[in-house]
């Protein structure tokens, strides 16, 4: 099954919550999370946004995918 590569978005709250799945390597895969307050631009200079550290490895999709909105929801919870 082919995973479609594009920003996937949450709300949390009070805050918006994107993921983006991309391959890190043919079998390892990596996330990029940015959060902002809902309603706010996503691209707006307060935007935190934060990509897996490379000592996190994810072997599906999926699992980079989960891993970004678990990351997304501690960093909007700190906002």
């Not at 691209?43 to 891993?67: G, H, I, N």
Request: aromatic share 8%; with cysteine.
């Amino acid at each position: 099954m082919t995973y479609s590569s594009e920003w996937k978005k949450r709300v949390f709250e009070t805050h918006e919550i994107q993921v983006l799945v991309k391959p890190r390597s043919p079998i390892a895969w990596e996330y990029t999370v940015r959060v902002c307050r809902k309603g706010t631009n996503i691209r707006a200079a307060s935007t935190l946004v934060e990509t897996a550290p490379d000592s996190e490895q994810y072997k599906t999709p999926e699992e980079a995918e989960v891993a970004g909105f678990a990351r997304g929801k501690v960093l909007a919870e700190q906002l």
